[in-house]
């Protein structure tokens, strides 16, 4: 019988979606579960967005350019224009998703068997692309004990080799909600300028930044402008994760035409995904504030009901809708499936992600889950509850 690929055997689960039939089978046996696995906002879609979707008048759906519409990359430049970055609708690519964008990166800028170094915890499906475009993930640990902040510049120099092509991070960041400062952002900036590396960045979250902090770019380093790397999405920004759209940016004319050879390859971006992101330009500044109020309180909510259960731990992130918290349990894995397999408090369970898939491996850290707080503070509240019954119960505690 013929073999699957080594890419496919090696190719990891997804910890947000592995556990779904454990979540099924709980729900068929009339278990409620708090879906705090993934991060699918319940916010509504902006009404602009969704109107220009049911009220286009297209007879024909056709391809568009590779690089997207132009008249979406027009309105795009006036978006990131008014978040502090300048741009040419020549400098971008709209990709479905921001996942192609970061594959349009990987494959653009980075060989077989080169190496990127990530932070980790990161984004489960950085493995899941890297393995797909033979690169090569050298991981850098950061600590739950300093909120997960950037490690030490010269932590990341002992790692770099001959084989080091780039540095990526995700900003405001997934799974942690750590927010870089733009000290910290300047800091890899002088890094990837000193060893002739690209520097990616994932800014999926660049509205949703608490407690008065500010989001920096990475576009906003001048200096090293033919370094950088861009990668956007409009799914979590406008509550539209279904849409599939995203973009790809860079100032760097040679690294633009060589993705743009990968976009014309996949044809082009969604339709109608285009039509909704171009609208949703025109989101108005209050939707975002009043998402922003809404994902504080319900932080807030998670982290201080954490922080009460004994022997448990949660920093306070600054950006996203993401926490990963540090529970008394021998393994997240067998936890999280657990808790959908096993328990049930009042009926109701909950649906966490363990982290160890946000890491390399194997996980350096066991004991971590990642909490999305997408649902509205009622509903975290019980789950809440729930998680604080089920540690105090769980065989596996120490």
């Known amino acids: 019988m013929p073999t699957i690929s080594k890419k496919g055997q090696v190719m990891p689960p997804s910890p947000i979606r592995k556990l779904v039939p454990f979540a099924d089978a709980a729900k068929q046996r009339g278990v409620k579960v708090f879906h705090l696995n993934i991060g699918q906002p319940d916010v509504e879609t902006p009404k602009c967005a969704l109107d220009a979707v049911k009220n286009n008048n297209l007879k024909v759906i056709e391809y568009s350019h590779s690089a997207g519409n132009l008249s979406y990359r027009k309105k795009l430049v006036e978006y990131y224009k ?3 970055i300048d741009i040419t609708p020549d400098e971008i690519i709209i990709t479905n998703g921001g996942s ?9 800028c980075l060989n077989p068997e080169d190496e990127v170094i990530i932070p980790e915890p990161f984004y489960a499906n950085y493995n899941g692309f890297a393995i797909s475009c033979g690169v090569k993930v050298k991981p850098i640990v950061s600590s739950i004990k300093t909120g997960f902040s950037l490690p030490e510049i010269e932590e990341f120099e002992k790692i770099i080799t001959p084989k080091t092509k780039a540095i990526m991070i995700c900003n405001p960041n997934n799974p942690t909600g750590y927010l870089y400062s733009k000290e910290e952002i300047e800091k890899l900036g002088h890094l990837a300028e000193k060893y002739d590396l690209f ?6 979250y660049r509205e949703f930044c608490y407690d008065g902090e500010k989001h920096f770019s990475v576009m906003e380093l001048k200096h090293i402008d033919q370094h950088v790397v861009l990668m956007d999405s409009v799914s979590k920004r406008y509550s539209a994760c279904g849409v599939r759209v995203g ?34 330009c025109e989101t108005p500044q209050s939707y975002f504030d009043e998402v922003v109020r809404e994902y504080v309180a319900r932080r807030n909510c998670v ?32 936890f999280c499936q657990w808790l959908l397999e096993s328990f049930n408090y009042n009926g109701k369970t909950v649906m966490l992600a363990p982290a160890t898939g946000f890491y390399s491996y194997p996980a350096p850290v066991v004991n971590e889950v990642r909490i999305s707080y997408v649902l509205n503070v009622n509903d975290l509240k019980e789950a809440m509850e729930c998680l604080a019954e089920a540690v105090k119960v769980y065989s596996g505690r120490r």
């Open 82 to 84: 008014k978040v502090g």
């Open 303 to 334: 982290v201080d009901a954490i922080n009460k259960m004994p022997g448990c731990f949660c920093p306070n992130p600054k950006g996203a809708f993401y926490a990963v918290a540090s529970l008394p349990i021998d393994d997240a894995d067998k």
């Open 199 to 204: 520097l990616f960045a994932d800014e999926v």
């Open 100 to 108: 192609e964008a970061i594959l349009f990166a990987f494959n653009t």
């Open 247 to 280: 973009c790809f940016i860079s100032k760097n004319k040679e690294v633009m035409a060589t993705a743009l050879k990968f976009a014309q390859a996949r044809l082009s971006p969604p339709t109608y995904g285009q039509i909704l992101g171009e609208a949703a």
